[in-house]
């Protein structure tokens, strides 16, 4: 008897399958899929009085396969972009960091199944991001929700202080358990519409370093994006590193005469060209 199409397939690729795809850039697929699961008790019951499956929502991210790299190269990349990005994850739970938890994780298919925030990035929350047009590849998720900024953040119910104290202390927790994310940018961060917390999201490039040089380089990338992506954002950068400051303790001195010597080489750069 012939099988199927969708029997000979992994349940990996029957999840995609059905998934709705919601952005591509040049090394990953986003999708959104639910994931069955019974509820627990005390939830819905049908009329029978059997459990009702509930489902999911979850982001797929699919690391495809590249034509231009050797397969053999193309999947040992793949397995260990998709494992570190896991365990930094990992790391960061473990720790209290805000960030998405994991729901699968299929290195040989190259697809991270992650919590699905619902909300909308810091970017459309300040002035000047919501007006961009360049989307990274996990933002489309929030093109859905257009208002303006102001009121965005009436309707998460905190100030655009209360903002940078939250984007502060999450990174500082990060940099504590020795995680880089690698692109801290308000694209990057989201807040969730229920609860108001903040979130980090896209840990695709991160990696683990205790070294200072690392996490200066990391604020020193966040503080670029604030300035590139929002109008007169010094003192929203400020209120960020004001609370970095009071997490960190004892850990922020040398951390900040490392921003500063990063920052110094930054405008060398710039004006070498």
Not at 157 to 174: C, Y
Request: net charge negative; hydrophobic share 35%.
């Amino acid at each position: 008897m012939q099988l199927s199409s969708s029997s000979s397939k992994s349940p990996t690729q029957q999840l995609l399958q059905s998934a709705d795809l919601i952005s591509q850039g040049a090394e990953a697929k986003v999708y959104k899929a639910y994931l069955r699961q019974l509820p627990t008790s005390g939830q819905t019951k049908n009329v029978g009085g059997t459990d009702l499956e509930v489902l999911e929502p979850v982001l797929l991210k699919y690391r495809f396969h590249k034509q231009y790299r050797h397969p053999s190269l193309d999947a040992s990349l793949t397995r260990q972009r998709i494992a570190g990005e896991a365990r930094a994850l990992m790391r960061c739970l473990r720790s209290g960091v805000n960030v998405p938890g994991i729901r699968t994780v299929d290195v040989n298919e190259g697809v991270l199944g992650i919590e699905w925030i619902d909300g909308k990035s810091v970017r459309q929350l300040l002035p000047g991001g919501a007006e961009l047009e360049d989307i990274s590849e996990l933002e489309e998720v929030d093109q859905i929700d257009d208002t303006d900024a102001t009121d965005s953040l009436t309707e998460y119910g905190i100030s655009r202080d209360a903002l940078m104290d939250m984007i502060g202390v999450e990174i500082a927790k990060m940099h504590i358990a020795d995680v880089i994310h690698g692109d801290l940018t308000t694209s990057n961060m989201m807040l969730r519409r229920r609860t108001s917390d903040l979130v980090l999201i896209d840990f695709g490039l991160s990696y683990y370093s205790a070294l200072v040089e690392d996490k200066a380089v990391d604020l020193y990338v966040l503080e670029r994006a604030f300035a590139s992506t929002h109008p007169d954002s010094e003192p929203l950068f400020a209120g960020v590193l004001g609370a970095y400051e009071k997490r960190m303790g004892k850990h922020w001195l040398p951390i900040k005469k490392r921003l500063d010597d990063v920052r110094l080489r930054g405008r060398k750069r710039s004006m070498v060209g």
